[in-house]
């Protein structure tokens, strides 16, 4: 069955750059069927977007979010990344890696499912 | 951006009985290729990730027990737990994937009273 895992630092300090991985296994990163996603939720919050990627390259980004992210995929290592700089408190969160499910004309947008056990990134000086 | 409500923000409700949680946005989420509305519901117990229940607004993900349904269509969705079990005390997420950028309700705590 398919997992995932998120890994990074724990705590990241302001202004400095956010980068964390996600491992899937039990499937492969270069399926057809799928996007790969990352969310946040600060604590005690709800949940919020942050972006997509298929394995090719594409990706779809939070326009509140985008001048500071980017996915990137390394196929080899069934691995996606996530990059957020220039972060600040407001950045805090437990961030999450999802498969995101492709259907015809979905262009990133989709559910998520399964989603890994999210990793608390702390940003703090 | 698609503003996603959800209502009430926390519900209480007895073992073995109906529970029912309410999510509107702030249009319509109908994808009209295949005539279905664009909503997902997630479940999320305290120190876990949330788990799809529901996507496409009422098509239940392999797994999911049968007391979750989802319905409605067009701005209104709900989802309703047909008898409330222990193990379903959580926080209730929609999440709408018509259009970017995706987009949250603010979630639903349900507990046992």
């Known amino acids: 069955q398919l997992q995932l895992q998120e890994s990074g630092p724990g705590l990241v300090k302001p202004s400095e750059t956010l980068s964390l991985t996600c491992t899937v296994s039990g499937g492969s990163i270069s399926s057809s069927d799928s996007y790969w996603g990352w969310i946040r939720q600060p604590p005690g919050k709800g949940l919020e977007w942050i972006g997509t990627m298929f394995y090719s390259g594409s990706t779809y980004y939070n326009p509140s979010l985008k001048s500071r992210v980017t996915m990137s995929v390394d196929t080899s290592k069934n691995q996606f990344s996530l990059k957020l700089t220039s972060v600040t408190a407001a950045d805090t969160a437990v961030y999450y890696c999802?498969?995101?499910?492709?259907?015809?004309?979905?262009?990133?947008?989709?559910?998520?499912?399964?989603w890994g056990q999210g990793t608390l990134v702390t940003v703090s000086s | 951006d698609i503003v996603m409500t959800q209502s009430p923000d926390s519900l209480a409700v007895s073992l073995g009985e109906r529970a029912t949680i309410n999510c509107k946005s702030s249009q319509s989420v109908l994808y009209s290729s295949n005539n279905k509305n664009s909503l997902a519901w997630y479940q999320q117990k305290p120190g876990q990730p949330p788990k799809v229940l529901i996507y496409w607004a009422s098509t239940r993900e392999s797994g999911v027990p049968d007391r979750f349904s989802g319905s409605g269509s067009g701005t209104d969705f709900t989802l309703t737990i047909s008898s409330l079990q222990a193990e379903d005390v959580a926080v209730y997420y929609c999440?709408?994937?018509?259009?970017?950028?995706?987009?949250f309700g603010q979630g639903t705590r349900l507990e046992i009273k």
């Open positions: 999802a498969r995101v499910p492709l259907y015809s004309g979905s262009f990133g947008k989709s559910w998520f499912g399964p």
């Open positions: 999440q709408q994937y018509y259009s970017s950028p995706l987009t």
